[in-house]
Structures are given as C-alpha cells and as structure tokens.
C-alpha cells in the first residue's frame, strides 16, 4: 500500500510540473505553513508565533487565517466564530480565533476559491495558510516548511506505514525550512548536516525551533493557575509524548489519558477523567486538576460536563534558537508578500 501511495504522490507532482494541471497564485498575497508528514510538526503553534510576530511588527498589513478545518463536519467556505463549535471549524482553526480576536480565521477545502472569498471581504490583505502545501493548485508567495528533529522525513515511510504523506524532497521547494522539537540550539554543523540530510538549496533559510510552556489556565475562568502537585493528562494530539515531558518537569503526571489526533471527545471520557481525579484507577496521592492541550481544549469546552472538572489549559511557546535566521526570514516575507502584492495591483 506504501508503494502504491508513493507512486500516486509521484504522479500528481509529475502532472503539476510538467504544466499539465495548472497552479496560480491567490487572490491575495499567501504565506503557506506546511509539512510532508501527517500531524506531530507543531504548524498551528508555529503559526501563532509567526502571526503574533508578523503583528507586532506593524499594523501596515492586515493579516487573515485560511485553513482546511480538518474534523469538521461542515463543508465549504465560512468564517470561524470563535465561541462556535469544532464540529463547524476544526479545533485548529478555533484555538487561533480564541488566541487572536482581531484576525478573522476562515475556513475552506478550496484554498484558492478561500483566498477569493476573503478578498472579497474586504478584511485582509494577505493571508496565513495553516497546511496548505500539498494544494498544488495555489502557487504561494512564501513558503514554509517544517520538519520534526525527531521523527526525520528522510528516515521515515509513506502512509500507511510510515507517517509520510507527501514526497521527502518537497521540503527543497520551500523558501524556508524549521527544524523544530530542538531541545537546544543546533550548531553550525549540526545545521550544515541537516541540509545536507535534506538536500536543501543554498539560498533556502534554515531556522530551528524547540517549546516551552508558557504557563497554565483554568478553563472556567481562563485566569492563570498554580501548577498542582498532581494531575490528570488528556490529549488528543499526534505527539503526546512531549506533552506529557512538559507536564512531567512541572508536576507528577497520576495518569495520562491519550487518544487520537483530532480525537472527538465524548461524555464518557471526561465520567473516565472524573473518576480518575476521584482515585479510580489512579495510584499514589490523588491528583488535584486535569491538565489538556490549547488544541483539545477547542473539542472539550462544548461538553456541558466539562464545567464541573477542574480543567487546565498548558500553553506552549515557541522558542526560536537564532534570532539571525529569523530576522533573514521576516525580510523574505515581507519582500515576498509586498512583490504579490505589486503583481496583483498591475
């Protein structure tokens, strides 16, 4: 079945590279984050950090989030209501809402009839797109490219035995590559092993990146809380591992509790997470809260069985390791964005 995918993968790329389907850049200018590997890079944390960035280094541009929504149950074009339902959007597209009240987030299969409807809007003058690589048919004016450190694509397999879903050299046609989950900052030969790993060009920026919690929030009250001696985990997300490691250098993790990416919460998971804070099945002291992730909050603040539980949120934050090669970065984006933007004016 692995065979079969490549070969599927090889041939589509081979029609849009040789002309026979055609690509054309958006409706507005785009800055495309995206990866080779189903889940696990940290786009949407990557994505907030960039936005956040990208905001604070002038009002000049008025930014908008494009997304697939991936898990809705909706289909086409619509714009994120920050207080909707993931069912209508995608946790993903709701966390970044909630983080940024003043950036609309949309949501659209379609990236470039999305972009065209968000410039009819009116809203925005360029566009993040979350996951948006692999839509050939949109041509981007910068491209972004992250890379686990920790699951490598050049080690891995295509779907379904491996985690691969697009081809391994993809990642030489991006503008820029993020090595990300790096525990500390790479040295120069470490970077130079990577490209050479990667078969980048000379002119594509290499930026590495690792996470750090940026502290805990009560669901209820979304005020900032104490870390408790002991907790419960739940995630739903495509590395759990390392959210568990976070918890772990905070507090004693009792229990974690680990479902699917994208996992849909039920009632009689959060009666499980209830009976666990109540010591069954659960060994030693007995934990004080429930600890989840900003992306399974989305899916478990709808249930009306949430607001008994004593739930908090941990945050992660992006830390960049060479603030050089991010400078490097935000030029090529702001030049890139700008020249779109020229060529749509024309």
């Given at each position: 079945?692995?065979?079969?995918?490549?070969?599927?993968?090889?041939?589509?790329?081979?029609?849009?590279?040789?002309?026979?389907?055609?690509?054309?850049?958006?409706?507005?200018?785009?800055?495309?984050?995206?990866?080779?590997?189903?889940?696990?890079?940290?786009?949407?944390?990557?994505?907030?950090?960039?936005?956040?960035?990208?905001?604070?280094?002038?009002?000049?541009?008025?930014?908008?989030?494009?997304?697939?929504?991936?898990?809705?149950?909706?289909?086409?074009?619509?714009?994120?209501?920050?207080?909707?339902?993931?069912?209508?959007?995608?946790?993903?597209?709701?966390?970044?809402?909630?983080?940024?009240?003043?950036?609309?987030?949309?949501?659209?299969?379609?990236?470039?009839?999305?972009?065209?409807k968000i410039s009819k809007t009116g809203l925005a003058d360029a566009v993040i797109l979350d996951d948006g690589l692999q839509h050939r048919k949109l041509s981007p004016s910068v491209s972004i490219m992250l890379?686990?450190?920790?699951?490598?694509?050049?080690?891995?397999?295509?779907?379904?035995?491996?985690?691969?879903?697009?081809?391994?050299?993809?990642?030489?046609?991006?503008?820029?590559?993020?090595?990300?989950?790096?525990?500390?900052?790479?040295?120069?030969?470490?970077?130079?092993?990577?490209?050479?790993?990667?078969?980048?060009?000379?002119?594509?920026?290499?930026?590495?990146?690792?996470?750090?919690?940026?502290?805990?929030?009560?669901?209820?009250?979304?005020?900032?809380?104490?870390?408790?001696?002991?907790?419960?985990?739940?995630?739903?997300?495509?590395?759990?591992?390392?959210?568990?490691?976070?918890?772990?250098?905070?507090?004693?993790?009792?229990?974690?509790?680990?479902?699917?990416?994208?996992?849909?919460?039920?009632?009689?998971?959060?009666?499980?997470?209830?009976?666990?804070?109540?010591?069954?099945?659960?060994?030693?002291?007995?934990?004080?809260?429930?600890?989840?992730?900003?992306?399974?909050?989305?899916?478990?603040?709808?249930?009306?069985?949430?607001?008994?539980?004593?739930?908090?949120?941990?945050?992660?934050?992006?830390?960049?390791?060479?603030?050089?090669?991010?400078?490097?970065?935000?030029?090529?984006?702001?030049?890139?964005?700008?020249?779109?933007?020229?060529?749509?004016?024309?």
């Open positions: 079945m692995a065979v079969l995918f490549k070969i599927g993968i090889q041939c589509r790329h081979f029609a849009f590279d040789r002309g026979l389907l055609k690509t054309k850049a958006g409706a507005l200018p785009t800055v495309v984050l995206g990866n080779v590997t189903v889940g696990g890079t940290g786009k949407t944390p990557h994505l907030k950090e960039l936005l956040q960035l990208l905001m604070d280094q002038g009002k000049e541009t008025r930014w908008a989030v494009l997304s697939r929504g991936y898990g809705r149950k909706s289909k086409g074009f619509l714009r994120v209501d920050r207080e909707g339902d993931p069912a209508d959007f995608g946790d993903e597209p709701l966390e970044v809402s909630r983080r940024f009240p003043g950036i609309p987030v949309f949501v659209c299969e379609d990236r470039l009839h999305g972009l065209e890379v686990d450190t920790t699951q490598p694509v050049d080690r891995d397999h295509f779907l379904p035995r491996g985690r691969l879903r697009d081809l391994p050299s993809r990642v030489a046609t991006a503008d820029a590559v993020i090595l990300t989950r790096c525990p500390a900052a790479l040295t120069r030969g470490d970077l130079r092993l990577w490209r050479h790993r990667l078969a980048l060009r000379p002119d594509q920026h290499l930026l590495h990146t690792g996470s750090r919690p940026e502290g805990l929030r009560a669901m209820a009250t979304k005020r900032y809380a104490a870390w408790p001696l002991s907790c419960i985990a739940v995630s739903g997300i495509a590395n759990p591992g390392q959210f568990e490691e976070h918890l772990s250098k905070n507090c004693r993790v009792a229990r974690h509790f680990s479902y699917a990416d994208h996992y849909a919460f039920e009632p009689t998971d959060l009666a499980e997470w209830k009976a666990a804070l109540n010591g069954i099945q659960a060994k030693g002291p007995l934990p004080e809260a429930i600890i989840t992730t900003e992306k399974d909050a989305a899916r478990i603040r709808p249930l009306a069985e949430a607001a008994d539980l004593p739930i908090l949120i941990l945050g992660l934050q992006i830390r960049w390791w060479d603030e050089d090669a991010l400078a490097d970065l935000f030029k090529t984006l702001k030049s890139g964005v700008a020249a779109s933007a020229s060529d749509q004016d024309i």
